[in-house]
């Protein structure tokens, strides 16, 4: 099983930016698939970047064109970047992995397809 730390959280001002980290250990995911996935109070966790090893990657639709995922391999890290940050994007973002096998396109925003999670780091954003 992996060992999945975020960091990167943090208050920013509607407009604003954040970069998150995730860092994967022992190992990284190979060609298989990463992903953040975020949960505001009293909602359900929602797929919002995800990437796989053949450089594959998915948005949903509320953060396409403002968040973009990529990563470093030899790092093991995958990142967020997060820009134009508004109020609904607040929650908790979490650091998701599959490393076993490769996620199907249509499946890359199911929680549900993804064995490894971390801790999760908070964004609050103000307006």
């Known amino acids: 099983q992996l060992q999945l730390a975020e960091s990167g959280g943090g208050s920013v001002q509607a407009g604003g930016s954040l970069r998150l980290s995730c860092v994967a250990s022992?190992?990284?995911?190979?060609?298989?698939?990463m992903g953040w996935f975020r949960q505001a109070p009293g909602k359900g966790r929602e797929g919002v970047a995800s990437?796989?090893?053949?450089?594959?990657?998915r948005y949903s639709d509320s953060v396409k064109d403002r968040f973009s995922i990529f990563q470093d391999k030899a790092m093991n890290t995958l990142y967020l970047q997060m820009n134009t940050l508004k109020p609904e994007d607040t929650g908790m973002y979490y650091c998701?992995?599959?490393?076993?096998?490769?996620?199907?396109?249509?499946?890359?925003?199911?929680?549900?397809?993804?064995?490894?999670w971390g801790q999760g780091t908070q964004v609050t954003v103000s307006s």
């Open positions: 998701a992995a599959e490393p076993r096998s490769l996620i199907f396109f249509g499946g890359m925003l199911d929680a549900a397809y993804y064995t490894d």
């Open positions: 022992p190992h990284g995911v190979g060609n298989n698939c």
């Open positions: 990437m796989r090893g053949d450089d594959i990657t």
